[in-house]
């Protein structure tokens, strides 16, 4: 659970409140972190737009981990950004 939480806590300062928000980081295997998105048009921007930087990022900031890819997965159970009602 607290490895949980870090590797959480980790990808919301790596990805920004924004991506966080919609998104939960999963495990890390083999040097890739697998991360749920909540929506395709997000894991397209991710995919297309993000994981450079991204993964850059994560390897300046917290190279211990050695994470050296990124796999996005689109996942009904990641979280989503709540609309205000």
Not at 64 to 73: G, M, S, T
């Amino acid at each position: 659970r607290q490895a949980e939480r870090q590797l959480q806590e980790i990808w919301r300062q790596v990805a920004g409140e924004a991506i966080a928000r919609q998104t939960k980081p999963q495990q890390i295997n083999n040097g890739t972190l697998q991360v749920a998105v909540s929506n395709s048009s997000l894991l397209q921007q991710l995919e297309g737009f993000h994981k450079d930087s991204l993964l850059e990022r994560l390897s300046q900031e917290h190279g211990d981990l050695r994470i050296r890819k990124l796999r996005f997965r689109l996942q009904s159970g990641a979280p989503a950004e709540s609309t205000p009602r």
